[in-house]
């Protein structure tokens, strides 16, 4: 990549970036595919490279003793992995994947560290960042404490949405009860609840956004805060 110019538009944090900040960063930043079920982060294993997305979702995943797993947070055109890496660490007892394939930029841990010293400004922006993303996942346990599952699920598809180019998001009925830790037949019904209120329409491996507001009322306040508090530190 060129070590000049203007951060690509497809990753907000990278757009972010003060003019200088992106020129350091820019040199090491490797254009890449990420693919359904790639693997960017792998429990209590060394993290050699962060990524940022341009397009599709990567899920943070905390994985159970007993076997079961469930997602704590999504990473998408918003931010970047490795937020354990920003604060210090080298690696996280969670996974991180692709659940959303699409594009995006790979950099070094060494290269980042190297570049975070040269810039004040550079940490401070991915340390707002990881606070942003921290503030998600509290977020995501107290919907899954408090929450019914449809109103659970109505958080994810607004949070998928925001992270995605159009209205179609490209899952499985099984991969939300993976993710929400529910038996299938559980998202099956809170996804026709939403169906049937006109809200989304559900195809093969696709469900289609119809009604954003109306997905935004089911959700009530379990959807919102993470948003506004990404908003006032990125601005």
């Given amino acids: 990549m060129s070590a000049t110019g203007r951060a690509p538009k497809g990753n907000r944090l990278l757009q972010a970036l003060p003019p200088g900040d992106w020129d350091l960063l820019a040199p090491h930043l490797v254009s890449t595919p990420l693919n359904l079920r790639d693997s960017l982060e792998r429990p209590n294993r060394r993290i050699e490279e962060v990524c940022f997305p341009e397009t599709g979702i990567a899920s943070v995943v905390a994985e159970h003793p007993n076997g079961r797993s469930i997602e704590i947070g999504l990473v998408g055109c918003e931010g970047m992995t490795g937020s354990a890496v ?27 560290r190297d570049v975070v010293t040269k810039s004040v400004t550079l940490h401070s922006l991915l340390l707002k960042y990881v606070q942003a993303f ?88 379990y959807y919102g805060i993470p948003e506004a508090e990404y908003r006032r530190l990125m601005r």
């Fill in 86 to 112: 920003v604060l210090g660490s080298d690696r996280t007892p969670h996974a991180t994947y692709m659940q959303v394939a699409g594009e995006g930029y790979r950099l070094p841990v060494a290269r980042l």
């Fill in 134 to 221: 921290m503030v998600q996942t509290a977020h995501t346990a107290i919907a899954n404490a408090r929450g019914t599952l449809t109103e659970r699920l109505a958080r994810w598809l607004l949070m998928a949405h925001d992270r995605v180019p159009d209205d179609d998001l490209k899952l499985t009925h099984e991969f939300l009860s993976l993710m929400m830790a529910v038996r299938r037949p559980g998202v099956t019904e809170a996804l026709q609840t939403l169906e049937d209120a006109g809200l989304i329409q559900c195809g093969r491996s696709r469900i289609t956004v119809l009604d954003r507001k109306g997905i935004e009322k089911v959700a009530g306040a």
